[in-house]
């Protein structure tokens, strides 16, 4: 089992509908929690970084962590084409390495 | 304020050549982190460096080594490569402090196709 499972999509959508991107994870020891935006060609742009367990809102996205299920969630609000890109989830223990999910690829159609 | 900056964007390689990478972390950061990205794939750590000294290391084979240097800038090189390490190597910053994790901001990697 991966450490850190995300499915890869694709997904499509709608302009102006509300995208959940989720992952699971295994490993107990994770207690800071991620979500990187990548463009085609480009490097990780971080969007959310979160510690333990709770919600966390940042304009049109909010992240969720629920470390008792070892569940972790991106919302999108009013999704926007320029939100098409692919969505990483990354999971930190006590050391600096992250853990990644496979990404999911997120089109939204205008 | 420069992010990370990674150089080339590109490079083609035969197998068993050598490949040097470069990277130069965000201003005011001071460890440097090199992950592989397969096409298709989440990024894999390879390996972290702090105070010119490797402080982690992931699942990689000694053919891939690196160096911080001491204005933190730092170098991933890949020796005797194979078809397999055909991917986009990404560079991390961050900056390291005692008792708390700093989040991690990547450059926009190196594409590296081996023929």
């Known amino acids: 089992q991966k450490e850190v499972e995300q499915d890869p999509g694709p997904l499509s959508v709608p302009e102006g509908a509300i995208v959940s991107l989720n992952c699971t994870y295994s490993n107990s020891a994770f207690q800071y929690f991620m979500w990187y935006r990548q463009y085609s060609r480009k490097g990780p742009e971080l969007l959310m970084y979160?510690?333990?367990?709770g919600n966390k809102e940042d304009g049109r996205f909010t992240a969720q962590v629920d470390k008792s299920s070892k569940y972790i969630s991106l919302f999108i609000r009013d999704s926007q084409p320029s939100d098409s890109a692919t969505y990483l989830c990354a999971c930190q223990g006590g050391s600096e390495k992250l853990v990644f999910g496979k990404g999911t690829k997120l089109t939204v159609n205008p | 304020d420069a992010g990370v900056t990674q150089s080339p964007t590109h490079l083609i390689k035969t197998r068993g050549q050598q490949v040097t990478l470069r990277c130069s972390p965000k201003?005011?950061?001071?460890?440097v982190s090199w992950y592989q990205q397969a096409l298709g794939q989440g990024p894999q750590f390879i390996f972290q460096y702090y105070e010119e000294e490797e402080r982690q290391r992931g699942n990689f084979p000694d053919r891939f080594s690196g160096h911080q240097f001491p204005n933190y800038s730092s170098e991933l090189n890949v020796n005797a490569l194979l078809l397999g390490d055909s991917a986009l190597y990404l560079c991390a910053s961050s900056l390291s402090r005692r008792g708390t994790n700093q989040p991690q901001h990547f450059g926009d990697g190196t594409r590296l196709s081996i023929l």
């Open positions: 201003s005011g950061h001071d460890t």
């Open positions: 979160t510690y333990s367990s």
